[in-house]
């Protein structure tokens, strides 16, 4: 059995971190810096950071948040939100940053998926899918994107197939329908996508109970877990869900 990891994600806006509901109805979340170094020392095995203002705002992630994050943490980080080059990649990588993720820019140009795996290798690129219902679609999900605000007409199963076939490392799908929710991921969709590739596939939105961490991998087939509202409010600890997972049979790192 593949071992587990759970990945606590710092949403950036205005230099703090912050939470929504289904993209929406932003609360501030604390200090990214503090949070990063507590994740740490609490046990998480890697670290997602997504600027979610950046492809709204039409810009580039702020990279002084990357520095300053990357300086306080050892674990990988993965960065998110506004990196549409090669330019940009380079520069949050430089930043600290261990791995990139793309998601409007990857749709816009799925050639830079290939370009990128190419210059700095498959290991450092992972694509956010954000997907919601859409039963028009063979898959009955459709990927959204520039902060869950454009419908593309994509089903996201396909185009996860499509990513990996590129190059991609990881795919992060997130579903709109249950973001922030805590509710529970959205099992149908990342069963869908983990089911149609063999690359890792993370966990993303809407975990609110120690139950639902469970459900990800033995059901939705997840190998990294990613959650924030349960972390930044102090939910549960990292060690909590990781000493949760372990007793029901799941291999974790403690």
């Known amino acids: 059995m593949k071992t587990i990891k759970i990945m ?4 950036m806006k205005e230099g703090r971190v912050v939470k929504g509901v289904n ?10 810096v503090e949070n990063a170094a507590f994740y740490q020392e609490e046990g998480a095995d890697e670290l997602a950071m997504l600027d979610i203002a950046a492809t709204v705002e039409n ?9 300053n994050v990357a300086k306080a943490i050892s674990i990988p980080l993965t960065v998110g939100g506004g990196i549409g080059s090669i ?3 380079e520069l949050v990588l430089e930043a600290g940053a261990s791995k990139v993720s793309m998601n409007s820019a990857a749709v816009k140009n799925p050639n830079l998926i290939d ?3 190419k210059r700095f290798g498959s290991d450092t690129i992972t694509i956010a899918i954000d997907g919601k219902r859409n039963d028009k679609l063979p898959s009955g999900f459709e990927v959204v994107v520039a ?10 199963v396909m185009w996860a197939v499509e990513c990996q076939k590129r190059g991609a490392g990881v795919l992060l799908p997130t579903s709109m329908d249950g973001d922030g929710t805590l509710k529970g991921y959205d099992i149908p969709f990342t069963r869908a996508i983990a089911d149609a590739v063999t690359i890792p596939v993370v966990a993303s939105g809407g975990a609110g109970t120690l139950e639902h961490f469970y459900e990800a991998v033995v059901e939705g087939k997840a190998e990294v877990l990613l959650a924030a509202s349960v972390f930044h409010f102090r939910t549960f600890t990292v060690k909590q ?7 029901r049979g799941i291999a974790v790192n403690l």
Do not use: H, M
């Open 8 to 11: 606590p994600c710092l949403d």
């Open 23 to 32: 993209f929406i109805n932003i609360k501030d979340a604390g200090d990214p």
């Open 147 to 156: 902060g869950g605000t454009r419908s593309t007409g994509k089903d996201a």
């Open 115 to 117: 370009e990128a795996v």
């Open 241 to 247: 869900v990781k000493e949760y997972l372990k007793n």
């Open 59 to 67: 810009r580039k992630t702020r990279l002084e948040w990357v520095k």
């Open 87 to 89: 330019e940009d990649i």
